[in-house]
């Protein structure tokens, strides 16, 4: 069966910080990867997304993910976090169905 | 851009009332979802549709069911509503399966069982 595991749970950090949420995933076949954020009391919204290709997806709001087959990983980074990046971060996968499967999220806090 | 409305922002019901909660889209998606959001659970599904009339149980189907008469709304019920589903439900859309087909999530409905 597809997991995703996100590692970190809660993540604080001061404003210019460098950011890395891991995600890893459990899946045989060719796999879509997604990194969505759901902003306080707002949508949830897809800040990028790896289907084929280049394995490093440049995403929205300066984001940017590497997908590391060998690895099952698909991290996300940003080199310097702003306040406005306080939100939480979900990564999913999706295989040969048209399911996503989510992990359980990570709360990432930023200080001025 | 794609538009995923739901019916309510918040909702409050006693144990044991049927809840309805109503999704619609506006871009022609065969595929909608519904996902219930618990802190520390991530997103889990609870009913997919792939087509008008037609739906798949997701991991959590348990005190739910599902209706879609028209191919831009999907309903969620709660036929006999516990404690135990409070909880903010999310709706969302995509195409049907294809390498893009990422999904599109409505705002919302926080819903309250006491």
């Known amino acids: 069966a597809q997991s995703v595991s996100q590692h970190n749970h809660h993540v604080i950090l001061s404003e210019a910080a460098s950011l890395e949420l891991g995600c890893n995933y459990s899946?045989?076949?060719?796999?879509?990867l997604f990194w969505y954020v759901q902003y306080p009391g707002q949508h949830l919204q897809l800040l990028l997304k790896?289907?084929?290709?280049?394995?490093l997806v440049k995403g929205i709001k300066g984001f940017e993910a590497e997908f590391i087959k060998s690895k099952f990983s698909f991290n996300l980074r940003k080199p310097s976090v702003q306040w406005s990046d306080t939100a939480e971060y979900f990564c999913?996968?999706?295989?040969?169905?048209?399911?996503?499967?989510f992990g359980t999220g990570t709360r990432l806090q930023v200080f001025p | 851009d794609v538009k995923v409305t739901q019916s309510s922002r918040y909702l409050v019901k006693r144990t044991g009332e049927k809840v309805f909660l109503e999704c619609v889209q506006d871009m022609d998606h065969e595929n909608m979802f519904w996902y219930r959001q618990d802190p520390g659970l991530g997103l889990r599904l609870i009913y997919f549709?792939?087509?008008?009339?037609?739906?798949e149980k997701g991991d959590i189907p348990e005190g739910y069911s599902v209706s879609r008469e028209k191919k831009e709304r999907f309903s969620l019920i709660l036929e006999s509503a516990s404690t135990n589903q409070t909880s903010m439900y999310l709706c969302a859309s995509s195409i049907r399966t294809g390498a893009y087909n990422e999904q599109f999530f409505g705002p919302g409905t926080r819903l309250t069982v006491l």
């Open positions: 999913a996968v999706k295989g040969n169905t048209d399911k996503l499967i």
């Open positions: 899946y045989g076949g060719t796999v879509n």
């Open positions: 790896y289907f084929s290709g280049d394995p």
């Open positions: 549709s792939y087509d008008v009339k037609m739906k």
